[in-house]
T-cell receptor, first 112, second 115 residues
């Protein structure tokens, strides 16, 4: 148990669906992240929020839309996805300038 | 740009064998270096870290030494166990950082230890 909880753990959706991934942390951290993990590729940093403000958006397609309503919650809204978006989406949090990320168990997304 | 290269897997060992997973990095200056581990069905968790040259990080019998001369941070363990089966990720934290942690990860190396 790392203190970072992601739901749902598994999600199957069609290309026209709209769904959301949720991440919650009660570690008192001030930064939260979305990563994409695909087979045989490095982890891809998608979004970073620091003190609830988005500070990083690594050229992620607009069909992925993050939301950080407070320092404990992070969402990834999904719409009109493509099959190549199928992957494990990992949420993480960290104290500021600590050098350590705390990851959730991930949401396994399959786009049909 | 900043990057991390680690040995391709998968790596398969017998219990009590010696483990080395190679990791090299390219960076401006001297970044902090990390090894993260991902057990089956779980997220990544920090295994060990080193923040400056010649530092040795260690945890759970694993060790890695920050070598600036060879820009390397190889992971070693003298005697692996079945429970060490996981995917291991090398990562760096560039020195030009704000408050958030924009780590650069390698592709991961899958380790399987057989009884």
């Amino acid at each position: 148990e790392t203190g970072v909880t992601q739901t749902p753990r598994h999600l199957v959706m069609g290309m026209t669906n709209k769904k959301s991934l949720k991440c919650e942390q009660h570690l008192g951290h001030n930064a939260m992240y979305w990563y994409k993990q695909s087979a045989k590729k490095p982890l891809e940093l998608m979004f970073v929020y620091s003190l609830e403000e988005r500070v990083e958006n690594n050229s992620v397609p607009s069909r992925f839309s993050p939301e950080c309503p407070n320092s404990s919650h992070l969402f990834l809204h999904l719409h009109t996805l493509q099959p190549e978006d199928s992957a494990l989406y990992l949420c993480a949090s960290s104290p500021l300038a600590s050098g350590e990320l705390f990851f959730g168990e991930g949401s396994r997304l399959t786009v049909l | 740009g900043d990057s991390v290269t680690q040995m391709e897997g998968p790596v398969t060992l017998s219990e009590e064998a010696f483990l080395t997973i190679n990791c090299t990095y390219t960076a401006t200056g001297y970044p902090s270096l990390f090894w993260y581990v991902q057990y089956p069905g779980e997220g990544l968790q920090l295994l060990l870290k080193a923040t400056k040259a010649d530092d040795k990080g260690s945890n759970k019998g694993f060790e890695a030494t920050y070598r600036k001369e060879t820009t390397s941070f190889h992971l070693e363990k003298g005697s692996v166990q079945v429970s060490d089966s996981a995917v291991y990720f090398c990562a760096q934290r560039p020195i030009t950082q704000g408050g958030s942690e924009k780590l650069v990860f390698g592709k991961g190396t899958k380790l399987t230890v057989n009884p």
